[in-house]
């Protein structure tokens, strides 16, 4: 029988193989939980991009050039508001905008996040478990050599351009996790961490209280996959984030970063001279094609890295 996954995932890497993980895995055996802490409001709707990217992807109606949001969108809704002199920097299409609207609204009702996000995950023909971290408002915030920005407005609006000096995580302290990502956890034979940015995508995820403590008392092998290739990000400002939170831009730094967390590291084959210092913080290493272009090589990784975190063990599973 299939193992019961849990996958720790955000941005693109983080859809990437979910969709390699969704292909080869029976629905019912894989839970996914996602980052919310990128969630901003625009135009009054609540937006929620690493999960729309998530949902979407896993739907196959991500725009693969890009990268996120939906395929053939137009966007007429955003040139109006543009007209009527609306900062329209963060491009949102009119079918995306259907989703915002959806989720606004039962926001607004006073239903659940994780509820609404699973709702919409299902209407699009989901049967996966896309899981929110916590429920309670969460948003990373940056500080840069222009002041405090919130994710997107780093990300988007001024492109990553800003030096990164500090990354907080607003709410954290006070946000409580889900009971079905706790659940999640608790249950799974297997917990991955995506390729996902450590610092924005992963660590508001851990930020929540309770999450990281239930990672930690797993006795499930715990595997995660760099997001670096030769020392470089494929997408996005994992590379410079590292340095600027005191790791090293590299899979030693990514593996600092998730100290205490993880029993295995996958590695892209390029970056197979980093075995040595791993393995000497004590952790199983895999070097393998980590780049993932289309359907087929998503799930050949995420076999293989099923198949390497099974080879894992914990010590105290073992004792």
């Known amino acids: 029988m299939t193992p019961r996954i849990t996958l720790l995932a955000g941005g ?15 629905p019912e055996r894989l839970s996914i939980i996602g980052n919310v802490a990128d969630d901003q409001e625009f135009h009054g709707l609540w937006v929620s991009p690493d999960i729309d990217t998530l949902t979407y992807s896993l739907a196959d109606l991500i725009d693969r050039q890009q990268g996120w949001g939906l395929a053939g969108e137009s966007h007429r809704v955003l040139a109006g508001l543009e007209r009527l002199g609306c900062d329209t920097w963060m491009s ?23 509820a609404i996000a699973q709702s919409i995950a299902e209407s699009l023909g989901i049967g996966t478990k896309l899981l929110l971290p ?35 995580f607003e709410g954290a302290t006070e946000a409580c996790p889900t009971p079905e990502a706790l659940e999640a956890i608790e249950t799974a034979d297997l ?3 995506a390729p996902s940015n450590p610092v924005v995508s992963i660590a508001p995820i851990l930020a929540v209280p309770g999450i990281r403590h239930a990672i930690e008392k797993s006795l499930a092998p715990r595997v995660a996959i760099s997001p670096l290739i030769g020392g470089c990000t494929v997408k996005g400002p994992a590379d410079r984030m590292l340095t600027a939170m005191g790791y090293r831009c590299s899979n030693t730094g990514v593996a600092a970063s998730y100290a205490g967390l993880i029993d295995g590291l996958v590695i892209d084959s390029i970056d197979r001279t980093d075995r040595t210092a791993l393995e000497a913080e004590g952790l199983q290493v895999m070097t393998t094609d980590t780049l993932m272009t289309c359907l087929e090589e998503k799930a050949r990784l995420a076999e293989e890295t099923l198949a390497f975190a099974s080879a894992c063990r914990r010590v105290e599973a073992e004792t």
Do not use: M, N
Not at 12 to 26: D, F, N, Q
Not at 94 to 114: E, K, M, N, W, Y
Not at 144 to 167: H, I, K, M, N, S
């Open 191 to 193: 917990l991955l961490i």
């Open 12 to 26: 693109v890497g983080g859809a990437k193989l979910a969709e390699g993980l969704s292909a080869i895995c029976p």
């Open 92 to 114: 949102l299409g009119d079918q995306d905008i259907a989703t915002h609207i959806f989720r606004t609204q039962l926001r607004r009702q006073g239903v659940r996040p994780s």
């Open 134 to 168: 916590t429920d309670d408002p969460l948003q990373t915030r940056v500080r840069t050599d222009q002041g405090w920005l919130a994710f997107q407005e780093y990300f988007v609006r001024e492109r990553c351009r800003p030096e990164v000096r500090e990354v907080h």
